[in-house]
């Protein structure tokens, strides 16, 4: 699958792609850096645009959220790192969204005049723009395992609180062996996996009680474990 010559989108289930990048907070090697953590990685198509300083805002003012998730936040687009000061600066200090004023943007965003890395992870769809990356979103495990892949178009923002719901929700399946159903919210109940025979079908159905209740033998559900 490639967004442009040279560049091919990850898929997930693969490793993340390697890579050495200056930032904002100084140079980082990928996925080295964050060995044991999850990452969200995002891309925005340029500094001082009025829907990526939007979601910088949003991004920053939950960094300590993520935080606590163990999860980092890294950022990149196709600008220099004095643009990316500059830009940054002038959000701390002139823009307010939505109650969020005098946000400081700390997560590392990268510098990627060259796009070498927005190449590597398909971040370059020409359809769109052939200097800007899109919106995309790659979470990505503490074992450098991309886990999910989430694509904006260019006029349109990314919803946050989804993000967070994801990784949580994906978590949750890596801790306990669940999956989780539309719409699932933490503290919601969760899905037992279907069964792998006739015989153990019959019995999740049989066994039904108030460990776990089923709709059908392939569709049962339990309270969701450290739901708080």
Request: with cysteine.
């Amino acid at each position: 699958m490639c967004c442009e010559e040279g560049s091919r989108l990850p898929l997930i289930g693969e490793k993340a792609p390697s890579f050495t990048a200056e930032t904002t907070q100084g140079p980082i090697t990928f996925p080295e850096d964050y060995a044991g953590k999850w990452v969200i990685f995002f891309s925005h198509p340029a500094d001082f645009t009025p829907v990526c300083t939007t979601e910088f805002i949003t991004f920053a003012s939950m960094q300590e959220e993520f935080k606590q998730l163990n999860c980092e936040l890294l950022g990149l687009s196709i600008d220099s790192t004095f643009s990316h000061i500059a830009w940054l600066r002038t959000i701390k200090e002139k823009i307010t969204f939505k109650g969020m004023e005098n946000v400081e943007v700390t997560f590392p965003v990268i510098s990627d005049l060259t796009m070498e890395v927005a190449k590597k992870y398909g971040m370059l769809q020409p359809s769109a723009s052939t200097t800007q990356a899109v919106r995309a979103v790659f979470i990505i495990d503490p074992e450098a395992t991309i886990r999910a892949v989430l694509y904006y178009p260019l006029s349109n923002g990314r919803n946050m609180e989804e993000i967070k719901r994801l990784l949580i929700a994906m978590q949750h399946t890596d801790e306990y062996g669940i999956a989780t159903p539309a719409n699932w919210q933490l503290g919601e109940d969760v899905i037992i996996p279907p069964p792998g025979s006739c015989g153990a079908a019959q019995d999740r159905v049989e066994q039904a009680g108030d460990d776990y209740y089923c709709l059908d033998w392939f569709l049962c559900f339990k309270k969701c474990p450290h739901g708080k």
